[in-house]
């Protein structure tokens, strides 16, 4: 059997997609399916029932720790991980990191989100960094100061940080999505006359049938496959789509 870097092509559309998971062995996680559905980059937002939640489409659909992140007409908004509860809006920019601070602006000035979608500053300052470990550094009227993790304004700093804060200045770096291998623990891909499916490694029973021109990603027993140049997802217990090959793209927002 040829090695499965060269069967399939693999494509996983991240901020947000951590690893493989395993089959069987885990406990269900809360996921969301993003779908782009036309060509000006309009996305719909499903439960992992299949069912919409948002009833407008959106030009963004992430997450990021706790929280989701929408953006809608040119702003952001952040919601609570159910999608029930706006917890903040009319956001110009956000930049979600590694790190548990996330910068955002509005109004042309800059604050930080904790993990739960809390503002831990507000809108104060003219520029500032991601969070090195506990600490950022920032430009406050002018001048540059380091906050903490409580969003104060702190003297005290290690050296090797502050250090590297000033080397950075307040800039923001947008990390690259790395593309990440395919990888079911329980699982493997197969292959035939150049359609892909994907059969249980142990008992080799079909978990997706053969039938798709490309396995792209999986969360929550819920497999991202392309037909026919179109995108959608096979729900493995079902043994069926739970959403049509008929999107752009295909995006797995979870979380643990």
């Given at each position: 059997?040829?090695?499965?870097?060269?069967?399939?092509?693999?494509?996983?559309?991240?901020?947000?997609?951590?690893?493989?998971?395993?089959?069987?062995?885990?406990?269900?996680?809360?996921?969301?399916?993003?779908?782009?559905?036309?060509?000006?980059?309009?996305?719909?937002?499903?439960?992992?029932?299949?069912?919409?939640?948002?009833?407008?489409?959106?030009?963004?659909?992430?997450?990021?720790?706790?929280?989701?992140?929408?953006?809608?007409?040119?702003?952001?908004?952040?919601?609570?991980?159910?999608?029930?509860?706006?917890?903040?809006?009319?956001?110009?920019?956000?930049?979600?990191?590694?790190?548990?601070?996330?910068?955002?602006?509005?109004?042309?000035?800059?604050?930080?989100?904790?993990?739960?979608?809390?503002?831990?500053?507000?809108?104060?300052?003219?520029?500032?960094s991601?969070?090195?470990?506990n600490?950022?550094?920032?430009?406050?009227?002018?001048?540059?100061?380091?906050?903490?993790?409580?969003?104060?304004?702190?003297?005290?700093?290690?050296?090797?940080?502050?250090?590297?804060?000033?080397?950075?200045?307040?800039?923001?770096?947008?990390?690259?999505?790395?593309?990440?291998?395919?990888?079911?623990?329980?699982?493997?891909?197969?292959?035939?006359?150049?359609?892909y499916?994907?059969?249980?490694?142990?008992?080799?029973?079909?978990?997706?049938?053969?039938?798709?021109?490309?396995?792209?990603?999986?969360?929550?027993?819920?497999?991202?496959?392309?037909?026919?140049?179109?995108?959608?997802?096979f729900?493995?217990?079902?043994?069926?789509?739970?959403?049509?090959?008929?999107?752009?793209r295909?995006?797995?927002?979870?979380?643990?």
């Amino acid at each position: 059997m040829l090695p499965q870097y060269k069967l399939v092509r693999i494509r996983i559309f991240i901020f947000l997609l951590f690893g493989g998971i395993a089959f069987g062995a885990q406990g269900q996680n809360t996921l969301y399916i993003s779908a782009e559905v036309d060509s000006n980059h309009r996305y719909v937002l499903f439960n992992q029932s299949g069912n919409r939640v948002f009833p407008d489409t959106a030009s963004y659909y992430s997450d990021w720790n706790q929280v989701v992140i929408i953006q809608k007409d040119e702003k952001f908004s952040i919601w609570d991980k159910e999608c029930k509860t706006q917890l903040a809006d009319s956001i110009s920019f956000v930049l979600p990191t590694e790190s548990l601070f996330m910068p955002a602006q509005k109004n042309g000035l800059w604050g930080f989100f904790n993990a739960n979608g809390t503002l831990l500053t507000g809108y104060l300052f003219q520029s500032v960094s991601q969070f090195n470990q506990n600490y950022a550094i920032v430009n406050y009227q002018n001048s540059l100061r380091f906050i903490d993790t409580t969003g104060n304004f702190t003297k005290s700093i290690p050296g090797d940080i502050e250090k590297e804060l000033r080397e950075w200045g307040t800039q923001l770096f947008v990390s690259p999505e790395w593309p990440q291998q395919f990888h079911m623990p329980n699982a493997k891909l197969i292959e035939s006359n150049g359609l892909y499916g994907v059969a249980d490694n142990w008992s080799g029973r079909i978990l997706v049938p053969v039938e798709f021109e490309e396995i792209v990603a999986h969360s929550n027993r819920k497999i991202a496959v392309r037909k026919n140049g179109k995108y959608g997802v096979f729900d493995i217990e079902k043994q069926q789509l739970l959403l049509g090959t008929i999107y752009s793209r295909i995006k797995f927002i979870e979380f643990h």
